[in-house]
């Protein structure tokens, strides 16, 4: 049940994007990056990534950037994992027994898959928009690194 890194970074980015986009236009990478203190090629990569499947838009040249479109705020946090790369497998036993299943559980067997699946239905149910509704006056500093 742990996100990968791509997800986090293309959702931190996707959120500076909104917040900072605000009567500005297009975000530059430099700028999401160095605000954010995240590796500016890795991700570069990623917002490209999120470009390609129609979350966010972008422009070259110099007063290019990244942007919001109609579909940025209703994607779901399950839509980003999926985009961003696997999660780890949440099928994976808690204990990290190869034979945990069912049939042979282990002994939270039975507790983890009923956290796992609050787990999948807050992912599913969750949209970037919704994040941004209950962001503070403090909401860029929640999602630097600093």
Known sequence: ????????????????IAVAQDGKGRIQLDEISEVLAL???FLGKIMRRLVKEGVLNSCKGHKGGFSLNDRTLKTTLSELVDMTGNSESIDVCALRLKKCNPQKPCPVHFQIILIRQQWNDLLAEKTIGDIL????PDFIQSITAN
């Open 1 to 16: 049940m742990v996100l990968s890194k791509s997800f986090g970074y293309a959702l931190r980015g996707i959120l500076y």
């Open 39 to 41: 590796p500016r090629f």
């Open 133 to 136: 509704e209950n962001g503070g």
